[in-house]
């Protein structure tokens, strides 16, 4: 291959890029980061564009790289790892106009991880269009992609009476609001735990369990009490959804679902709304989390009920990670060791 400074094509591209680059840095400051993605996918189009015409391979990011780095400086973001995503960035939503439009909406490093850590086009919107939607920094979409939210936050495996019980508006809102499953294995315990066990974890660890119930929920208070004449029951967790302007009460529930915790939950929205609930807000909303449910019996269970509830399952990571898994001795090589006493 001769040398890439002595190939025209290559200069004049090189040449186009940089003029590329002056004008796009040139732009309206509260514009930048569009105008930056907008540049990015530009790039990631002509380096295909080039590559199809006059079969570049590699090498040839490589040498733009110095080339851009001499120009722009080493710190720049053209580095050929990130000429190189530039291009995949291209070529991810060539296709898609829709969500070519959101990406410019985003920051870069946001669109990184989403493009390269999602390979479904769906899951990609979701993630897109939840962190538009949503402002969520890096590290919250970190976490929600980490922890498969996507997947978790499926509407056909969500099991709830919203339709039912609320306006059309609030009733999207409370399905948008509440995911088929979370994912509780910041807590570090057991799924043997006790049910004041694993709400003690939670109150310990609110930053956290906020973070996975996701955006608009304030914390109000665990074992908060509601009386009825001279009697006193108390919810596991309350919060406040700002979105829904609501209460949500949550209760925790070892094992499978049953039927008689969507009657007690209705009580318990039924006093909420009557003693705590404020003349300006929405009815109370109340999920149910359990280990383990069967479809049919929460649909039986929760279909006629006045007040709008759902139920979701909790997962709770006991696996140790696999990096710890191989330092530890097999089932065989310990009852080997046993049976050799």
Excluded at 51 to 69: P, T
Excluded at 109 to 127: G, T
Excluded at 296 to 307: D, F, H, R, S
Aim: include cysteine; aromatic fraction near 10%; proline fraction near 3%.
């Amino acid at each position: 291959m001769p040398k890439l400074r002595d190939n025209a094509p290559y200069t004049d591209f090189v040449h186009a890029l940089k003029e590329k680059i002056k004008h796009a840095k040139s732009r309206a400051v509260l514009s930048v980061n569009r105008q930056l993605i907008e540049l990015y996918f530009d790039i990631g189009r002509e380096i295909v564009s080039k590559q199809d015409e006059l079969g570049w391979g590699r090498s040839v990011v490589e040498q733009m790289a110095k080339d851009l780095q001499a120009e722009f400086g080493q710190r720049s973001g053209y580095s050929s790892a990130n000429l190189w995503r530039m291009r995949n960035f291209y070529i991810t939503y060539a296709d898609d106009v829709n969500l070519a439009q959101l990406v410019r909406d985003l920051p870069w490093s946001h669109n990184i991880l989403i493009f390269e850590k999602c390979k479904d086009p769906l899951e990609r919107a979701y993630y897109i269009k939840n962190t538009i939607g949503y402002g969520w920094s890096r590290n919250v979409l970190t976490h929600h992609i980490k922890t498969e939210l996507y997947k978790r936050d499926q509407e056909q495996l969500k099991q709830h009476n919203f339709q039912n019980t609320l306006p059309a508006e609030s009733s999207e809102m409370a399905v948008e609001m509440m995911k088929s499953e979370y994912n509780l294995s910041f807590l570090g315990i057991s799924k043997e735990a006790k049910e004041r066990e694993l709400e003690s974890s939670i109150i310990e660890n609110i930053k956290s369990f906020l973070l996975e119930l996701g955006y608009g929920f304030s914390f109000v208070g665990s074992q908060y009490k509601l009386t009825l004449d001279e009697n006193e029951y108390f919810i596991d967790l309350l919060f406040f959804h700002r979105k829904l302007n609501a209460l949500v009460a949550i209760e925790l529930k070892v094992g499978k679902f049953k039927p008689e915790y969507a009657g007690k939950m209705n009580f318990y929205l039924n006093l909420l709304n009557e003693t705590v609930k404020l003349p300006h807000e929405n009815p109370a909303i109340g999920i149910i989390l359990c280990t383990d449910k069967d479809r049919l019996e929460v649909e039986y269970a929760i279909g006629n009920m006045n007040q709008p509830l759902g139920v979701a399952t909790y997962a709770i990571e006991t696996k140790l990670p696999s990096r710890l898994e191989k330092l530890l001795p097999t089932s065989d090589e310990i009852k080997r060791v046993l049976d050799e006493k």
